[in-house]
């Protein structure tokens, strides 16, 4: 199966951490990646290692997406950023709106990620590719599946150039929400975020969090593996290894990977789906 993947990594945090997540870039590169993306905290707080380590990947021959988000930025920040990814060679963006870290207002030049988009295009033209978030089950904030889709579809209008969905588990929410974009004329490609299950917990109060649904069966097989590691990671790499084979007889024209800095079930998945 020659199908596109990419892998996403977040910025470590101390230099042991800096270097597992280049063994870990290593081990996962023998996949070919399409690009591989850093993720960039709440205001822009990780620009900085986020942006070492898109260095770092570029560096490594590969190509890097930087998140970049605009909540709380200005115009003239922005712009400086951009020029300083584009003189480090990056070519892909994934264009958010983001969160502001707590306790501060709203505050900066940007209100939507579609401002972002358009922003980017008047000032970069096609210098970037873009990226944008899609959620397949309602980003948690929208007032509605329909206004969540017409943001998307005002991001794509904006000038997108594809869409990363956030990580589900029920492939039906990722085809319904295809087929409802293409209904508003939204034609470019959008890769299904996939989340491999390594652990219980921290899936599911990061799955609460930001607004992904496990199913209930999914929850108490968990749930009733309690700490056995093994059983969990086995039962993960099941679930998620049908559902990546169920997206690509769907037609998904790729498949995203948040790794979560760790190699072992990616590459898991990878071997089992054959890309």
């Given at each position: ?48 290692g986020t942006f070492a380590t898109v260095r770092a990947i570029i560096e490594e021959g590969v190509d890097a997406a ?106 039906d929410a990722y085809s319904r929400f295809v087929d409802d974009a293409r209904r508003l004329g939204v034609e470019i ?10 652990g219980s917990s921290q899936l599911m109060r990061f799955s609460d969090a930001c607004g992904a649904e496990i199913p ?60």
């Open positions: 199966m020659s199908l596109p993947v990419s892998f996403e990594f977040f910025p470590p945090k101390t230099p042991e951490g800096a270097d597992k997540l280049r063994a870990v870039r290593r081990q996962l590169y023998a996949r070919a990646p399409q690009f591989c993306s850093v993720t960039y905290g709440a205001g822009g707080s990780t620009q900085e930087s998140h970049f988000s605009c909540i709380g930025a200005t115009k003239a920040g922005v712009r400086q950023q951009l020029a300083e990814l584009k003189a480090m060679g990056v070519k892909r963006l994934v264009a958010l709106r983001g969160d502001l870290p707590s306790g501060y207002g709203l505050g900066g030049e940007f209100q939507y990620a579609s401002d972002l988009v358009a922003f980017i295009r008047q000032e970069t033209g096609r210098d970037f590719h873009i990226e944008v978030a899609a959620y397949p089950e309602m980003h948690p904030q929208a007032r509605s599946p329909e206004a969540d889709l017409q943001a998307f579809a005002t991001k794509v209008r904006a000038g997108a150039d594809s869409a990363i969905t956030q990580y589900f588990f029920n492939a490609p959008i890769v299904p975020g996939i989340m491999p299950i390594t209930r069966w999914i929850r108490l097989r968990l749930q009733g593996f309690g700490d056995d590691m093994a059983s969990i990671r086995a039962f993960g790499l099941d679930v998620v290894g049908r559902l990546c084979e169920q997206l690509v007889r769907a037609g998904a024209p790729g498949l995203h990977f948040y790794t979560m800095n760790q190699s072992a079930a990616t590459l898991a998945l990878c071997e089992r789906i054959g890309c």
